[in-house]
């Protein structure tokens, strides 16, 4: 599937998988608008997550938005969520022309500074169906982002994600390759990422 989108779009295809990179997703002075907008309007938290057995404060803030029920579980969290803003909406639109597919909702990773990261996982819970379609905006610091496969932890490549940039995860990425964004000190600003998804809702 490729994006509806007049610019320059790149594909990039691995074993198992599929992304579609769009680096001048939005303007440079909107991405600065959306996300002072983003850090005044949306209810971050910082979460306590379980991991093997103990418990962790996330090196990040989060929010989750998104239609009535959509809730989302996550390393022993659920997620209830929090009512659409007038800026998310927006971007939920641009989004799904681009994407070409419909999201219900968002998880919004607020980057404080470059110490702040995003460990190894997978989109892969039950909730986002087989092979869901990520529609990831970034704004503000440029973070690399981090692939390796699940099954051979060596088997490894990264992309950077640009301000206002636009990636798209699809295909069966999720079932063979992780990612991450490693804490990275030499980045001083922060970053706001949102990944628009479709939740699957029960009957
Ligand atoms: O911050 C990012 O670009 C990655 C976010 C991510 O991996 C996720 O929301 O699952």
């Not at 779009?9 to 939005?26: M, W």
């Amino acid at each position: 599937m490729f994006p509806s989108f007049p610019g320059k779009v790149q594909h990039i295809q691995v074993d198992g998988g599929d992304l579609l990179y769009i680096p001048d997703f939005l303007e440079p002075e909107e991405s600065i608008s959306v996300m002072e907008n983003l850090r005044q309007e949306i209810a971050w938290k910082q979460e306590t997550i379980s991991l093997f057995g103990k418990q962790y404060l996330t090196p990040r803030l989060t929010a989750w938005y998104g239609d009535p029920g959509a809730a989302y579980s996550y390393s022993g969290l659920k997620l209830q969520p929090e009512a659409w803003t007038k800026t998310l909406l927006l971007l939920k639109q641009k989004a799904e022309i681009a994407a070409g597919c419909s999201f219900n909702s968002v998880l919004l990773n607020w980057y404080r500074q470059g110490a702040d990261s995003m460990g190894w996982h997978a989109d892969d819970e039950k909730e986002l169906g087989k092979n869901p379609v990520i529609g990831s905006i970034s704004l503000g610091a440029k973070r690399t982002m981090r692939f390796r496969r699940k099954d051979n932890h060596r088997t490894t490549f990264k992309t950077e994600l640009s301000n206002g940039s636009f990636l798209i995860m699809q295909g069966e990425i999720q079932h063979y390759w992780q990612h991450a964004i490693p804490k990275s000190l030499a980045v001083k600003e922060d970053r706001i990422n949102l990944t628009f998804r479709k939740i699957f809702l029960p009957d």
